[in-house]
C-alpha cells in the first residue's frame, strides 16, 4: 500500500500545526512582510502578488484565555480562538489582516483584532454574499480593487496584472496537485488518511506556495500510481465543517473504526481547493470569476444563491467518491452550516445515505464517546451493506 | 429553576401604546386573510421595504416580526417545535427557527401534507396562520444568518417561489474618514443600495403584474417621516428625570414604526404616544416609582420577557430610559427622507442598522446616548442566538466603563427562546451594578 513520505509529512505538519511560528521564519528568512487572511473567500493570490506572504488565520490549539472576555461563549471555536490570540499578542506577526467574508461571528472577532490591536491595518472587503444578481459581479469587482489598494499601501507595493498572473499561475498548479492526492484517495490508489489530507491542504494555506508545491510534487514522486487499491472497506464522505480544521484526533477516532475517508467537502479541504483562477484575460476579473465560479463548484451555505444547492451537490459527490456514508462535522455555533443542516438531513435521508452529525468544540470534544458514535454508525453501514460484503 | 416574580409593579408604562397594540394586532388579522382576498404576499426578512411593498399593492409579512409576535404572546412553542423536527438546532437564531417552523407549518398546511409533527394541535393555529408567500425579499444589514435565512424558507417551499435580495454592505469603517452618517464609504454604500432598490421595483412590477405607484410610496413615506419624527420628539423628552416613558414603551412602539402601513393611523399612533408624556412631564408623573438610577439597554428584545423586565427593572428603581435597539433603528434620522424622491434615504436607513456598524460607530452612538439620557449603568442583554447583537457588547462595556465612568452589568437571553434567561444571574449581577453605582456616588460626593 503506498503511504506519504513521513520525513516531507513533518514538515508540512510542523508550518500547519504552528503557522505563526512558520511565518516569524519566512520573515526572518526573506526579509519580506506577512499579511494574515481570513476565510472562506479571501483571493492569497493577491497578497502574493505583491511580494508577501499570505497566511490563512487557523484556530489555535491551545484553550481560550483573554478571548473569553471579548467574545461571548455562544459564538464558534474558530472566532474565539482568534479573538484570544488577537489579546494575546499572537496574531502580531501579521503586518496586515483582511477579510473577505461577512460572518456575523468572524467580523465579531475581526473587530476584537481593530480593538485590541488599534495600530494594525485591517481591511475588511465586503464579497457580496447574495451571488445571483447582476449587481453582484461589479460589486465584488470593486471590492477586490479596494482591496488591491489596500494591500498596496499597507506594503508599499503595486500589485501588477503580470505579477498577479503569475502568482495565479502558482496557486492554480497548487490546487491541481492537491486534487490530485484526491484523486489518488478517491480511487484508493493512495492510502492517506483523512488527517493527513488536512495537513496537506492546512499546509497550503499558510506556506510559501512555492515551497509548498515542491513538497507536494516529492511527496507524489513516491507514490507508485500501479499500486493496488484497498480492500473493501466501509468508505466514509466528511461534510462540512467550515472556516477552520476539525481536530485530528477526531479525524483519526473516526479512522480507527476500521473505516476510510474516501472524500470530504471540508473547508480545510477539497473545498478549499476545488476551483481555478482563470489564467487568460485580467487576472484582476478573474479573482471575481474564481469567487463566483467556486460557489457553482461547491456551493456554500454561506452564500446565497438559486442557482445551485449544497446538498444535491453532495450527494452527486457521494456517488462520485462511491461513498457508503457521511459524516457531518459541524462546528458548534456555525450558523450558516445549522441553517443548511435540515436541507442536508433531508437530501440524505431521500437517498438512503446514512449519515451522522459530529459537533465540534474549540475544547472539550469528547473523544471516547464519539469513537462509540462512530462504532455505532459504522456498523449499522456495515449491517447494511452485509450481503455486497460477504 | 424557578423564575420570581417581582414583588410590587412600579412600573407606569404608557396607556396610549395599546393603541398601536389595537393597530398591530388587527394588521395580523387582516394579514391571515390575504389569500381569501386574492392578495399577492410577499415575506421578507431584515430592513422595513414595506413601504415598496404598500405602493406595490402587496401584503407582507415580516418574519422577525411574526417571531417576535409570537414570543411575546408566548405561542413561541409549536414553532420552534415544527422547526427542530425539521432539523434547526437550538443554538440557532430562534427568530430565524420560529420563522421557520412558521414557513413548515404553512407550507404542510399549504399541501394538506401529513407533518409528522408532533402534538400542539390548537397552539399551532397561530404559528400556521400565516399565507403562504409568492415569493421572498431579504434584505437583511449587518447579519449574515439574516440573509442567509431567506435562501432556507426558499427551500422549505420546494424551491419553487422567487427569491430577490438586497445586499447591504456593512458600514465597518475601513477607511479613516468613516463614522457615523460621514465618509467617503457612507455615501457610497447609500447609492450602491438605492440602485438595487430600484431593481426591487422592477422585480415587483413582474410579480404584480402592475406598475409601480411612486405616488403612493411618497404618501406613505411622508406618513413614515413624520411619525418618525413624533417618536423621536416623544423620546428627547425622556431625556429629563425622572423620566415620563421608558424604553420598555419605545420597545411597544417597535411594530408600528417598523412594518404597519404608513397612513394617518400611524402618524395619529405617534401623536398620542408624544402628547401622552407631554402630560405626564405637566402632571409630574414619572414612568417608574422613585427612579434611582438611569440605565442603557444594549442588546436585541428578549420578547418572551418583556413585562417581566419591564416590572423587575422597576422593582430595583431603574429606569431603563434609553437603547441601541429602540433608538438606533427604525426610521431614526427622518431628515434623511425625501419624500418626492424617498430611495436613497429608505436606502440610508436600511444601512442604519444597528446591526450594521462596526466597533468604531458604535462606541460613538453609546457615548452619544450615554451623555443625552444621563445614564448611569448599562443593561448588556448578551442574547445568546444573536451575535450580531452581541457582537461587540464587551467592547462597548470597556468603552463606557473608560470614557464615561459608566458601569454595566451582562445578562444572558435571548429574543425569541426563554430557555436562555436565567434570573437568578440576572438579579445578583444588576444589584451588584448598581451597588458600584451607589459606591461612585459617595465617593464624588465626598
Known amino acids: 500500500m503506498n503511504r506519504l ?12 500545526d504552528d503557522p505563526v511560528a512558520y511565518a516569524q521564519t519566512w520573515k526572518t ?40 472576555n471579548l467574545l461571548a461563549e455562544f459564538y464558534c471555536g474558530y ?94 498548479a497548487n490546487r491541481r496537485l492537491l486534487r490530485e492526492f484526491y484523486e489518488l484517495r478517491r480511487s484508493g490508489r493512495l492510502r492517506i488518511t483523512a488527517s493527513e489530507m488536512q495537513v496537506l491542504v492546512k499546509s497550503s494555506m499558510v506556506m510559501d506556495i512555492a515551497e509548498h508545491t515542491v513538497a507536494l510534487e516529492r511527496l507524489l514522486d513516491g507514490i507508485d500510481p500501479a499500486d493496488e487499491g484497498q480492500p473493501d472497506v466501509v468508505r466514509l464522505y466528511l461534510s462540512g465543517h467550515f472556516c477552520h480544521a476539525p481536530r485530528p484526533e477526531l479525524l483519526d477516532v473516526i479512522e480507527e473504526t476500521g473505516v476510510i475517508v474516501v472524500d470530504d ?52 459527490e457521494l456517488t462520485r467518491s462511491n461513498a457508503n456514508g457521511v459524516i457531518v462535522l459541524m462546528a458548534k ?54 450481503p455486497a460484503l460477504s | 429553576m424557578t423564575v420570581a416574580q417581582p414583588r410590587k409593579d412600579k412600573a407606569h408604562r404608557l396607556s396610549s401604546t395599546r393603541v398601536g397594540g389595537k393597530l398591530v394586532a388587527d394588521y395580523w388579522e387582516n394579514i391571515f386573510t390575504a389569500k381569501e382576498r386574492g392578495k399577492h404576499v410577499v415575506w421578507y426578512n431584515g430592513a422595513a421595504l414595506n413601504p415598496l411593498f404598500h405602493a406595490a399593492g402587496l401584503e407582507w409579512c415580516h418574519g422577525e416580526a ?3 409576535r409570537l414570543a411575546a404572546q408566548h405561542l413561541e412553542g409549536p414553532a420552534q417545535a415544527a422547526g427542530a423536527e425539521y432539523g434547526y438546532i437550538n443554538e440557532l437564531c430562534s427568530y430565524a427557527r420560529t420563522h421557520l417552523g412558521c414557513a413548515v407549518l404553512t407550507h404542510q398546511n399549504s399541501n394538506r401534507s401529513e407533518t409528522g409533527v408532533v402534538g400542539l394541535t390548537d397552539q399551532q393555529e397561530l404559528a400556521s396562520k400565516l399565507p403562504a408567500p409568492d415569493f421572498f425579499v431579504n434584505g437583511y444589514a449587518g447579519c449574515s444568518t439574516g440573509q442567509q435565512w431567506d435562501a432556507m424558507t426558499y427551500r422549505v417551499f420546494d424551491r419553487a417561489l422567487p427569491l430577490f435580495n438586497v445586499s447591504i454592505p456593512m458600514l465597518w469603517g475601513n477607511k479613516p474618514d468613516a463614522g457615523y452618517m460621514r465618509g467617503e464609504e457612507w455615501i457610497e454604500v447609500g447609492k450602491y443600495v438605492e440602485g438595487q432598490l430600484r431593481e426591487l421595483v422592477d422585480f415587483l412590477e413582474y410579480q404584480t403584474g402592475r406598475p409601480f405607484d411612486w405616488d403612493a410610496l411618497s404618501e406613505s413615506m411622508s406618513y413614515i417621516k413624520r411619525a418618525s419624527e413624533l417618536r423621536l420628539e416623544g423620546m428627547e423628552l425622556c431625556r429629563q428625570a425622572p423620566t415620563p416613558a421608558t424604553y420598555w414603551d419605545w420597545v411597544a412602539s417597535i411594530a408600528p414604526i417598523n412594518f404597519l402601513p404608513g397612513n394617518q393611523d400611524l402618524v395619529d399612533y405617534f401623536a398620542g404616544v408624544k402628547a401622552e408624556i407631554e402630560q405626564r412631564i405637566a402632571d409630574g408623573v414619572s414612568a417608574v416609582e422613585n427612579e434611582r438610577y438611569r440605565v442603557y439597554f444594549d442588546g436585541i428584545m428578549n420578547w418572551n420577557k418583556l413585562g417581566f423586565l419591564t416590572r423587575k427593572f422597576a422593582e430595583y428603581d431603574v429606569a431603563v430610559v434609553a437603547g441601541r435597539y429602540t433608538h438606533e433603528s427604525f426610521w431614526q434620522e427622518p431628515q434623511l427622507i425625501d419624500v418626492d424622491n424617498p430611495l436613497l434615504g429608505m436606502a440610508q436607513h436600511y444601512l442604519l442598522c444597528p446591526l450594521n456598524h462596526g466597533l468604531k460607530n458604535l462606541q460613538e452612538l453609546l457615548l452619544r446616548r450615554l451623555d443625552e439620557y444621563a445614564i448611569d449603568g448599562i443593561a448588556f442583554h448578551s442574547t445568546r442566538t444573536c451575535r450580531a447583537m452581541t457582537n461587540p457588547q464587551s467592547m462597548l462595556a470597556r468603552a463606557a466603563e473608560a470614557e464615561r465612568g459608566v458601569k454595566s452589568f451582562f445578562f444572558e437571553g435571548d429574543v425569541a427562546d426563554a430557555s436562555f434567561y436565567n434570573d437568578e444571574l440576572f438579579d445578583s449581577r444588576l444589584e451588584a451594578m448598581l451597588e458600584a453605582i451607589d459606591v461612585q456616588r459617595m465617593r464624588s460626593a465626598v
Open chain 1, 265 to 316: 467537502d471540508l473547508y480545510t479541504g477539497y473545498r478549499y481547493i476545488s476551483t481555478d483562477v482563470p489564467e487568460t484575460g485580467d487576472p484582476f476579473e478573474a479573482l471575481s470569476s474564481w469567487y463566483l465560479e467556486r460557489n457553482l463548484n461547491a456551493p456554500c451555505p454561506t452564500r446565497v444563491t438559486t442557482q445551485v444547492d449544497w446538498d444535491r451537490y453532495l450527494v452527486d
Open chain 1, 5 to 16: 513520505s513521513p520525513e516531507l509529512m513533518a514538515t508540512l505538519r510542523a508550518a500547519a
Open chain 1, 333 to 386: 455555533f456555525c450558523e450558516p452550516h445549522m441553517l443548511y443542516y435540515p436541507e442536508i438531513r433531508k437530501a440524505l435521508e431521500k437517498n438512503r445515505t446514512p449519515a451522522l452529525l459530529i459537533e465540534t468544540e474549540h475544547e472539550g470534544n469528547p473523544v471516547e464517546t464519539l469513537r462509540t458514535r462512530v462504532e455505532t454508525f459504522v456498523e449499522r453501514i456495515r449491517r447494511q451493506r452485509m
Open chain 1, 29 to 68: 528568512t526573506h526579509g519580506g512582510s506577512v499579511i494574515g487572511a481570513f476565510p472562506m473567500n479571501f483571493p492569497p493570490e493577491l497578497v502574493h502578488a505583491a511580494g508577501a506572504l499570505p497566511v490563512l488565520i487557523q484556530e489555535n490549539r491551545t484553550p481560550i484565555t483573554e478571548g473569553r
Open chain 1, 79 to 172: 472566532t474565539r480562538s482568534v479573538a484570544d490570540q488577537a489579546a494575546l499578542g499572537q496574531l502580531d506577526v501579521f503586518d496586515a489582516v483582511v477579510a473577505a467574508d461577512h460572518c456575523v461571528q468572524l467580523l465579531g472577532a475581526v473587530d476584537v483584532i481593530r480593538w485590541a490591536r488599534p495600530e494594525k491595518p485591517v481591511h475588511f472587503a465586503q464579497l457580496t454574499s447574495a451571488m445571483d444578481d447582476a449587481w453582484t459581479r461589479p460589486r465584488v469587482a470593486g471590492r477586490i480593487g479596494e482591496l488591491t489598494t489596500e494591500i498596496e499601501a499597507a506594503l508599499g507595493v503595486s500589485i501588477t496584472s503580470d505579477t498577479l498572473t503569475a502568482s495565479i499561475r502558482m496557486f492554480n
Open chain 2, 66 to 68: 411574526f417571531a417576535a
